[in-house]
């Protein structure tokens, strides 16, 4: 048990589909992030929330949407997506921006776009 | 960003003690190194964290010398369990950079055998 829970683990969308990830965190945290793992790559980050304002946006195409209606929750709506967007998206979160505070990751959910 | 360098690769016995190192040439007067572990299929987990000299905590010691451009990760009396990716990050805590903003790399894969 990690503090930080993400669902569903397993996913399989059409291009066509819509559908959310969601992430919570039961450490009080103030900082939240979405991550891309894909195969044989390095981690990505996606998208930085610090006390539920967006600070990052790291050149994430729009069909990836994220939402943080507080500093438990992080969702990621995606729609319209491509097969090269299969991967493990994780999300993690800190007590808030500055490296004393690490971060603690959720185990992802495994993406699989058709 | 201060990027990182480290061995693609390691192969270890379960009982020996396992040393990687990480090579950051450019590291800054303010950044921090910390490393994390992952397993298939989960998020990185933190292991340590270090400014200078050495620290030790109940699941390794991390060793940086004077100039602190290179760390090593010591993991005393490795297990199998202990097979997973190691992960070193360095980066900056004065200009207010999170940690979820730094450079993962592809990290070490280690393996233990029995």
């Known amino acids: 048990e990690t503090g930080v829970t993400q669902t569903p683990r397993h996913l399989v969308m059409g291009m066509t589909n819509k559908k959310s990830l969601k992430c919570e965190q039961h450490l009080g945290h103030n900082a939240m992030y979405w991550y891309k793992q894909s195969a044989k790559k390095p981690l990505e980050l996606m998208f930085v929330?610090?006390?539920?304002?967006?600070?990052e946006n790291n050149s994430v195409p729009s069909r990836f949407s994220p939402e943080c209606p507080n500093s438990s929750h992080l969702f990621l709506h995606l729609h319209t997506l491509q097969p090269e967007d299969s991967a493990l998206y994780l999300c993690?979160?800190?007590?808030?921006?500055?490296?004393?505070?690490?971060?603690?990751f959720g185990n992802g959910t495994r993406l699989t776009v058709t | 960003l201060a990027k990182t360098t480290q061995p693609i690769s390691m192969d270890s016995y379960e009982g020996q003690e396992v040393n990687i190192t990480c090579s950051h040439n450019?590291?800054?007067?303010?950044?921090?190194i910390t490393w994390y572990q992952q397993f298939p299929s989960q998020g990185p987990r933190f292991i340590i964290q270090?400014?200078?000299t050495k620290v030790t905590n109940e699941v390794a010691s991390l060793f940086i010398p004077a100039d602190r451009k290179s760390s090593t990760l010591s993991l005393p009396r490795v297990s199998l369990s202990d097979t997973a990716v190691y992960y070193c990050l360095v980066g900056d805590i004065i200009r207010g950079s999170t940690l979820g903003r730094l450079y993962f790399g592809r990290g070490t894969q280690l393996t233990v055998w029995p």
């Open positions: 929330y610090n006390f539920k304002e967006q600070t």
């Open positions: 993690a979160s800190s007590q808030a921006e500055g490296q004393s505070s690490p971060l603690h």
């Open positions: 450019n590291i800054a007067t303010n950044d921090y």
């Open positions: 270090g400014y200078k």
